[in-house]
């Protein structure tokens, strides 16, 4: 299959849509209408959008994912207005969300309506509905005159996909267009919420925070278990996806994270060596302060040790940006291990946490 590029010149430069981004959207908006696929830019992650309404497309998806068709599909709205038809009823507590962070990175799971195809939501009676903030996600959806069935744009198995070129390398010849949008402003994906039941559970935490539901709701949330550590055997997560091995570089990846006063940058020198004298190839995925350490630490990292940045230790939103473009970039240099600084699990950190245990396999050591 020829794989169209288009891209959102003005939009990359400057943040708003020309007549000429809007003309590119609209030939793949009749992509969709014609039951083709479409990966393009959200806030959050790229999707791999298809017709959420015909079943045919989502089959379509996960053949170009590679992915299992019990992992339900997100529906994507360009308007509010356009839920009611796909869903049962809109919990009280949902239109409460609904009015705070829509449209923005949260996904709530309703009861679905017959209108949506068992094929979208992996057989499930419910349906994941997202109303994305990105004004070209939006415009999209919106020219396509549907709802959008759409996946992080990613080969299954694979980290997701937060800028075009990440899309071009997993999904050229898979797909029948690609949209170029820059670069995803959060990089992980939409917070999950289950609203069906009669309280809400988070099914995946991300940009819009448990502190920020909260606060909304005026109590707590429950937590699928998923959320916070590897499922026991035979247990199903409420959310099918998040028992596959998820956001994983190749190589092996050991999480270290501060916890009871010890050093990070200590901690990573002594794993490296350790893998080192194994005959390891071996990276680091930290802060700037903790590169700054290792470098003036004595012996130094063995030669070779391929270093990476994910920002200031206090930047969390950073943190969240790079995340999946430095897994890329360590799948690039076919590294053997990985030794990665992880951060406390507050507010977004608690988002960027679950994704860094998720490619460490949950091998967390705590100093
Ligand atoms: O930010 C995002 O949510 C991105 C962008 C493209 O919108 N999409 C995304 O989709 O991350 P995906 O397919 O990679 O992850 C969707 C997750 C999966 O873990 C899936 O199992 C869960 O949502 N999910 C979808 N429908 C569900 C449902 N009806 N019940 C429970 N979980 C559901
Ligand atoms: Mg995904």
């Given at each position: ?5 288009i ?11 020309s007549?000429a ?12 209408k ?25 089959q ?10 019990d992992n ?34 949260l ?11 068992y094929?979208?939501?992996g ?6 509905v ?20 759409a996946?992080?744009?990613?080969l ?14 997993d999904?050229?010849?898979?797909v ?8 995803c ?6 917070t ?25 709701l ?9 959320v ?17 091995r998820h ?12 916890k ?5 940058a200590?901690?990573?020198a ?12 071996c ?10 350490e ?25 943190m969240?940006?790079?995340l999946f ?18 951060c ?8 960027v ?15």
């Amino acid at each position: 299959m020829e794989t169209e590029l288009i891209v959102l010149e003005d939009f990359k430069r400057t943040g708003i849509l020309s007549d000429a981004d809007r003309s590119g959207l609209m030939r793949a908006a009749g992509l969709l209408k014609n039951g083709g696929l479409v990966a393009f830019p959200t806030e959050t992650v790229y999707g791999l959008g298809g017709d959420a309404l015909r079943k045919e497309a989502s089959q379509r998806i996960y053949a170009a994912k590679g992915r299992p068709s019990d992992n339900p599909l997100i529906v994507h709205i360009s308007d509010i207005s356009q839920i009611y038809p796909l869903i049962d009823k809109m919990p009280e507590a949902a239109a409460k969300l609904a009015e705070s962070f829509w449209p923005g990175p949260l996904t709530m799971v309703f009861r679905k309506s017959g209108l949506v195809p068992y094929e979208t939501t992996g057989g499930l009676d419910t349906v994941a509905v997202r109303f994305p903030v990105h004004p070209a996600a939006r415009a999209l959806i919106g020219y396509s005159g549907t709802a959008v069935a759409a996946p992080s744009a990613n080969l299954s198995g694979r980290p997701s996909t937060t800028s075009a070129e990440h899309c071009i390398e997993d999904l050229t010849g898979r797909v029948d267009a690609i949209v170029d949008g820059g670069s995803c402003a959060i990089g992980l994906e939409s917070t999950i919420l289950d609203v069906s039941g009669d309280r809400p559970v988070l099914l995946r935490p991300g940009a819009v925070t448990v502190e920020m539901i909260k606060e909304v709701l005026g109590e707590g949330i429950d937590e699928d278990a998923a959320v916070r550590g590897p499922l026991e055997e035979g247990v199903r997560p409420r959310a099918p996806g998040m028992k596959y091995r998820h956001y994983a570089p190749k190589a092996p990846m050991v999480l270290v994270a501060e916890k009871h006063g010890g050093s990070v940058a200590g901690a990573i020198a002594e794993l490296i060596g350790q893998h080192r004298q194994e005959g390891m190839r071996c990276a680091v995925l930290c802060s700037d302060e903790c590169i700054r350490e290792l470098e003036q630490m004595r012996p130094s990292l063995p030669e070779g040790t391929v270093i990476k940045s994910s920002g200031s230790r206090s930047d969390r939103d950073m943190m969240a940006h790079v995340l999946f473009e430095r897994l890329r970039e360590m799948d690039a240099e076919e590294v053997d291990f990985i030794a990665a600084e992880g951060c406390s699990e507050d507010q977004l950190g608690k988002a960027v946490m679950n994704r860094m245990q998720k490619a460490a396999a949950w091998q967390v050591l705590y100093v």
